[in-house]
């Protein structure tokens, strides 16, 4: 059974950093990428970075977020740097393969202004 799990949401005042990590376990077959999306609320859910055979951002991220994989740990990190109000979301992480994806709960990030 392959679960992702979240950790590493929270307040933080706009300027600041969070790192969010997402742990994968179980076989995941066909694996296509990583990702990391999120949820405002009101908003459908975006994609905010992703991570395969190369690796995108979305333009309201770039230069301030990073995805970076731990293979040997089967973690996937986002670290967000000069964070603003408009970044306010519910995160989630997500395997994408060729027939499925799989989605975490998702980890709450608040911007504070």
């Known amino acids: 059974q392959v679960q992702l799990v979240e950790s590493g949401g929270g307040l933080v005042q706009a300027g600041g950093s969070l790192r969010l990590s997402c742990s994968v376990s179980g076989s995941i077959f066909n694996l296509n990428a990583m990702a990391w999306y999120r949820q405002a609320p009101g908003k459908q859910r975006e994609l905010v970075a992703a991570?395969?055979?190369?690796?995108l951002y979305a333009d309201f991220v770039k230069g301030r977020y990073t995805i970076s994989r731990d293979h040997a740990n089967n973690t996937v990190y986002l670290q967000m740097n000069s964070l603003k109000p408009e970044d306010t979301a519910v995160y989630y992480c997500?395997?994408?393969?060729?027939?499925?994806?799989?989605w975490g709960q998702g980890t709450q990030v608040i911007v504070s202004p």
């Open positions: 997500a395997a994408i393969t060729v027939r499925e994806n799989y």
């Open positions: 991570s395969g055979s190369t690796t």
